[in-house]
Each structure stands twice: as C-alpha cells, then as structure tokens.
C-alpha cells in the first residue's frame, strides 16, 4: 500500500522560534475559517450517484499565494445541463496496460506530456499518475493530501492537465489516476487544511465535523494533537498559538496538544499521525472529496482510477459500489492479498493493484531446495530464529504495544470485554482484514479467519480468558466494534509484518515484499499455472512499484541466490571477516549491496538507516541513536571500500543467470491475463531500493534513444514486416529487456484480453504458457540449475496447431520444438501465431 511516511511520528521537532514578543511572522497565518462554503465544498442533499452540480475541477483554483482567509475567487457554476450518465459496468474502457509515473513538483504534468511520443512507441496504452489533487507543496509523493477542491498546483494545475492529456490523447494514450479516499493530511502549519482547521477551531459544530474520523468521546470533548517535542513551549501569537511550525487557532478549547510520541485523537494511517482519517462513508464527504476526480471523469480526462488502501475504510465494499456508480471507469484496487487470499467477491472493481501476482511470480525464479541452506546460513549470521511465524507474532506484539495504544484504546471502549484479548486477537490475525459488514451475516471465511486468530490467541492467554466473546463481538456485535476491529487489523499487519517483521526475517530478501511470505521458498509452476487460470482481465499485474521493498531487477539478483546458497556464504564469510557491525543487520546489507551494485554509499547508507530504523531491533523512528547512526555510516563506507571489489565481482558471475531471471519475470508479467503495468524506468535495467530510492529520476532521454535505435535497427532488417522483430543477438542486459518489454506491449494491442491462459509443459527448468491461439510465452527458470544439468539436452515443447513467429529473434516455429534451439538467442521467447 501506498505509504507516504514510513516514520509512525514526525521528524524530530526543529529548533524552536524566539519569544513571542519578538517573533515578526512572514506571512500572518490565518486565525479564521472562510466564510462557507470553502471552494469546492457546496453542502446539499444530493441524490445517490449524482456528482455535484456546483463543483468542477476549474474553478476552485486559488489566486497565486492565496492563503485560506484571503480573498478567493467566486465558485463557477457548472452548466445546467445533467451530465451523460457513466457507462454501465462493463462497457468502460479497459487498459491494454499501464505505466505508472511519480509526479513531482519538478516532474509535472508538461514534463509527463513530453513523453507521449516515447510511451506510444514502447506501446503503453494509458498513463498512470501518483496522485493530483493539491497536497503538500513540496511533497514528492502526492499522498498527504491537503486540498480535494482542486488539481496541484506545483504539477501545473488543471490547466497543465488538460494540456497533457490533449498531448496524450493525440499519441492514443489514456489517463488512470491514483485516489487517496482514505485520509488527509495534518500539515504544518495546519491552517494548510481548511477542513482540518475549521474542526480545530470549531469543534463539533463545525460544518467539516463529519469529515474526520475524530474520537470525542473525551471528557472535555477535545481531540489530541500530537506535536509536542522535548523543547519549546507553545506561545500565544495574536489569534493563533504557535509551537514552532505548528500553528493552531484561538481559543484552543477544541484540541488539545500532547507528546508526539502519543497516539492522536483521531484515525490515522497506518501510525502516521500526520495523516488523519477521513469518514468518506459519509455520502457529503465521499461527494466533496470525489467531486474534481469525477469531473474529470465525466470531462473524459481520467479513465481510470486505482483506489490507494481501501482496507482503511469503514467499508470498502460499499464505498467501491459508490465509486463504480458515479464513475463508471476501470478501477483497481490496492488490496494486499496474503497466500491464497481472494479478493472478495462483491467488490465492484476489476481487481487488485497486483502485488499477489508480484509475489507469484517471484516464486517461480526461486529455488525450493536453496531454503534450508539459506535458513541456516541466516540464523548463523544473526542469532535470529529459524522459523518466520515467532519474528511476526513478536513484531506484531511490539507495534501494538508501541505505536497503536490510542487505537486499541478506542476498539476497546466499543468491543467491551477483556483489553488483553483483544490484543491478542489483533495479534493473532493472519490478513489485513476479514470482511464483516454490520447488520448483515458474517461471511463464512471471514468467520473462519476471525475464528482461528481466536483460537490462535487463546494459546497465547491464561486459561478462561474471553476469547469467544471478544470474537463474537468484533463479527456480529456493535456496528462500531465491527467496524473498528476491521479498520485496525490493516495498520497492525502493515506495521508489525512490512515495516517490522521483513526487516527481520530475511533469509532471501527477495521474497520480503508487500504481501510476501519470505518462508515460502519457490512456487510450484503447476500451483502457478492454476491462480493464473483464475486471473480476471481487468486485474492490474506488476513486478515494481512506488512501495516495493526493492526493484525487479534487484530481486532477480537475489533470486540466484537460491540456487547457490554454498557460493554465497562464501562471499558473505569473506565480507563479513573485514566488515562487520550489527549482526542483525550486516547480512540484510550484503544482501542489497551486491544486488544493487553499482550503489553508492549515499544512496546505500540511506537504505540501511532506513532498514535499521524499521527493524526497530537498536533503533527506531521514535528512539534515534546518533552513535549507532554514525556506526552505520562507517559500516557503509567501509563495506565499499574494502569489498567493493569483490561485491562486483559476485554480481558479474551471477549476471548471466540474474539477466534470465530478469527476462523471464517481466515476460511472465507482461503476457499474463490482466493488465500489465510498468512502473517508470524498468523497461531497462533498475537497481533501486526501497523508496524514497526508487522514486529517484529517471533517464528519459536514455530509454528514448535506445527505443528508437532499436527499431530503426528492425525497420531496416525487416521491411517487409509490419511489426519487425528486433535484432537480438549480442544485446545488453538493457537492451534485452527493452526489447522483451516493447514486443510484449506491442502484442498486447492486438491480443483479446479475455484469451484464457493455456498452460504448456515444458519440464523443470522453463515456464511456458499460451493465449488464446494468439501467443505463446516460454521463460527459462532456475538457470543454474539448468546448466549444471548439461542445459536442455533432448528438452522439447509441443506448440500449439499453426506456424508461430518469435518476436524477439524472428525465427519461425511449427510443433515441437527443442527447447535449445527455442531458447538459443535469448533464455526467453515470445510467439505470435502468423
């Protein structure tokens, strides 16, 4: 899921301002709420599915350097007329496939539509943006929303996007866009949100009140605003009072300031308290928050959206029913789905946001036989445990005891009963959610999850403990207690699994992803072949993300691993006699240092401070250590410097067998059912870690330059064709996988996306799968293995009836066929039948 701040508490507070007395603010902040309404909010009583008639997406744009309380322009009316309903489910248009671009406020809309060309030629059908509406101004990332009333303004405002979707448009490529529903953010100072400061200064009888997901069950009836530091006091300024950047209105009889180690009095992200819940089930709030994204559905700008963290909602169920209804455009879902997890059945969208099928495919290039060497070999260099299940129970348990007191505070107030158990229940849950919608009866799976988390739970508490009653509540009790439950288990999993346990537990940190099961070594291709024949058209698939722990690319490094466990502790034994400092994180550092090689130390340096802090095993986000931090930096340079060499020459042996790797996942990804998105930059080769890392800028020229080289290159070898297979023979590692990424996009255009996903055998050491009577996908698969086996020797695959072309060789093919006389040129194929 999409995680802005993976800090559960803001930075560290900065030095405080001078006395009042002599404090000249630059710029006055507000001390009073506009009048109503604030642009783009218009209270009413709409009808259900209506999109407001009084908001667009154009006219809430505030003058340059308007503040809220300064002079805004006039809201301007839409036109009379009712719009075009939105086409039916089922008749939207549906991406051939996606690529996703981090918007920034130096990577704007213009900058977007310069790509048009290039995009069109690698063969995307729509973009796929990262947020737009207006956040934090100088967010890199879009999700800290602090304006649903307009576009942002840094990307280039709604101008800017109308001007890049004409540009887009003209090169045949379509608009999907990322939607944040879940929350908002607290920025600073926090007049930056006109809602938020409205119900700060308010109170309850503020008309944004329901806007927010505010516990006021306090006895004053105020809400917890965690900022304080250990320094400075809060000074009275006029009519606000100031803590340093903070800036909150007078009277303060609507909040109240605390620690900012405390947990808020309000829903927040995950534990981030700087982004506030909002209670889009509130059919006002959904309509004011929706409004500009859905004229600009209706305005045939976005024709798709992707709904970040709907496991944060009261009920996603019914809040993706409204957004089909009022939209009517292809729509995604970020749900994480652990093992042989489903998505519910009754969720009106095309799917999820493809980490399950991340995660499958990954298994494939993974060796089963290498876990117990690796295992060991972890164990050793840590002192961790052997077995995963102990890290998550232990993880789970400290988050919840660390960052989630409010929370469990407030569920324990509405489930009633004994707070242990609960606890323990919250602990025990294997998913980040179990489904139940209050008034109605419980769904047999989520009563069966729900049921064995208890059973799991009371082997954990003392004999007689309320196990079956918490149970009972949290299914079939209060609407709140059911609600709540479900609203915490996500940020419990999230923190306690992702943030905590896969910087822990990493025998093969390839498989440590978002929904990963780094236990789980290998995935049989017969289980693969099955979920793909389950596969919906309309679900998003992926290898890299803006969330993924590291890129494509570095876990197909990792994923050799697998197959040479032995030469691998070797190395590693090597490295860590010269270099050593925390054996809790030395072995995750080797791992990511050659499989990201070439790094340097800034950027490593960043990764592992990151990865110490979520381990949370010396430091954390809320207990810096300047000494450990400073050991972590001489460990990076050191590690550079005095392995360097050797790192590289690790990554140069296993680069033969990484490259297969790296070919064959993105081949498989890219010929699924579904709709294959790529996320900016991977068409070639990318080493990145986890983010902010792998949000870094990407080199457009050079991709563009190389796209166009290569098929020039094809047009004058094959002038007769009207799509020229690249020559193939002698390319690079980059160039390789541009090629696999162009000719699969290019086929996709003229694939039916309801072609069923026909498995062919092809023995041990490939994956091969047809479409339809279109297209035929082989991929090699533990490529040491193959070559210790003396290669494919008298391997053979029978294809389909017809004559097939390779796309990437050129070479024609009919019946069976020897696999080293397919796989000669490339350890991949792709066949398109003439």
Not at 535 to 563: C, F, N
Request: proline share 10%; aromatic share 8%.
């Amino acid at each position: 899921m999409s995680e802005p701040v993976k800090q559960p508490t803001p930075e560290p507070v900065p030095a405080p301002l001078e006395p009042a007395p002599g404090v000249v603010p630059p710029e006055p902040v507000p001390g009073v709420v506009p009048p109503e309404p604030v642009p783009g909010v218009v209270p009413r009583e709409p009808a259900p599915g209506v999109i407001p008639q009084q908001v667009a997406h154009d006219e809430i744009l505030l003058e340059s350097g308007a503040l809220f309380g300064e002079d805004v322009p006039d809201p301007v009316e839409l036109p009379e007329e009712v719009p075009e309903p939105p086409p039916s489910p089922g008749s939207y248009e549906v991406p051939v496939s996606t690529y996703r671009l981090q918007l920034t406020p130096d990577f704007g809309f213009d900058k977007a539509a310069e790509l048009a060309p290039y995009l069109r030629d690698l063969g995307v059908s729509h973009v796929y943006l990262s947020p737009i509406l207006q956040a934090v101004p100088e967010s890199r990332h879009g999700y800290d929303v602090t304006d649903h009333s307009r576009v942002r303004e840094e990307f280039g405002g709604i101008e800017g996007l109308r001007r890049m979707s004409d540009t887009l448009a003209q090169h045949g490529i379509g608009i999907v866009v990322d939607i944040v529903p879940n929350h908002m953010t607290v920025p600073v100072p926090e007049s930056g949100n006109a809602q938020l400061w409205s119900v700060l200064k308010e109170g309850r009888k503020s008309p944004y009140a329901p806007w927010f997901d505010i516990d006021w069950s306090g006895g004053d009836g105020r809400v917890n605003m965690p900022v304080l530091g250990d320094s400075g006091e809060a000074v009275v300024d006029g009519d606000v009072l100031r803590y340093h950047d903070h800036v909150f209105p007078l009277p303060d009889a609507n909040y109240r300031l605390v620690d900012w180690r405390r947990g808020p009095g309000y829903r927040r992200f995950f534990d981030v308290s700087s982004l506030i819940g909002l209670r889009v089930e509130d059919p006002e709030v959904f309509d004011a928050t929706h409004a500009v994204i859905l004229s600009l559905v209706q305005e045939g700008i976005i024709k798709g959206l992707r709904v970040d963290h709907p496991d944060g909602l009261a009920e996603p169920r019914g809040y993706l029913s409204r957004l089909r209804a009022v939209s009517g455009v292809w729509t995604v879902a970020e749900k994480i789905l652990i093992g042989s997890e489903r998505l519910p059945a009754d969720w009106e969208c095309d799917g999820t946001t493809g980490y399950e099928v991340l995660n499958r495919i990954t298994g494939l290039f993974v060796d089963p036989s290498g876990r117990e060497p690796l295992v060991e070999l972890f164990t050793r260099q840590t002192g961790m445990p052997a077995g995963y299940a102990a890290v998550v129970r232990e993880s789970k348990a400290e988050v919840l005891s660390l960052f989630f007191g409010s929370e469990i505070d407030r569920l324990h107030a509405v489930v009633g009963s004994d707070r242990r158990t609960l606890v323990e229940l919250l602990a025990a849950m294997p998913v980040y959610r179990a489904y139940a919608v209050p008034g109605e009866p419980v769904p047999e799976i989520s009563a069966e999850i729900v049921e064995e988390a208890g059973r799991v739970a009371a082997g954990r508490l003392p004999e007689g403990a309320p196990v079956a009653e918490v149970v009972r509540r949290v299914l079939a009790g209060p609407a709140e207690a059911i609600t709540r439950f479900q609203q915490t288990c996500g940020p419990v999993m999230a923190k306690g699994v992702e943030d905590t346990a896969l910087y822990r537990w990493y025998p093969l940190a390839c498989l440590n992803e978002v929904g990963g099961e780094p236990d789980r070594f290998g995935e049989p291709v017969e289980e693969f072949h099955a979920f793909c024949r389950r596969m919906s058209p309309g679900t998003m698939t992926t290898l890299s993300t803006h969330d993924t722990k590291r890129s494509e690319d570095v876990r197909a490094r990792l994923a050799v691993l697998s197959e040479l466990p032995g030469e691998w502790a070797a190395a590693v034994g090597e490295w860590s006699s010269k270099v050593s400092f925390d054996p809790a994180l030395d072995y995750l550092a080797w791992q990511n240092l050659m499989a990201s090689w070439p790094i340097g130390p800034d950027r490593f340096f960043d990764y592992l401070f990151k990865a110490a802090r979520e381990a949370k095993t010396s430091i954390s986000w809320a207990t810096p250590d300047p000494a450990y931090e400073r050991g972590i930096r001489d460990f990076v340079t050191r590690a550079i410097e005095e392995c360097g060499a050797s790192v590289e020459e690790f990554a140069a042996r296993i680069e033969p067998y990484a490259r297969s790797n790296s070919l064959g996942q993105k081949l498989v990804q890219l010929m699924l059912p579904g709709v294959p998105d790529l996320y900016w930059g991977n068409e070639i080769t990318d080493f990145s870690l986890v983010d902010p890392d792998n949000r870094r800028p990407v080199d457009f020229p050079l991709r563009r330059r190389m796209l166009s080289a290569a098929q020039a290159h094809a047009s004058r070898a094959h002038p007769e064709q009207e799509h020229p297979s690249p020559a193939t023979e002698g390319l690079s590692w980059d160039e390789a996988k541009l090629a696999v990424t162009s000719r699969a996009l290019d086929l996709r255009r003229r694939l039916d996306p309801e072609a069923p996903y026909v498995p062919i055998e092809a023995g041990e050491h490939a994956i091969a799968f047809a479409r339809g009577d279109r297209a035929v996908t082989v991929a090699t698969r533990l490529p040491v293995g193959l070559e210790r086996c003396g290669g494919w020797g008298s391997s053979t695959l029978t294809l389909p009836h017809g004559t097939w072309r390779d796309l990437l060789s050129g070479a024609e093919h009919t019946g069976r066929i020897p696999l080293a006389h397919l796989l000669s040129v490339h350890p991949v194929a792709l066949l398109e039948r003439d």
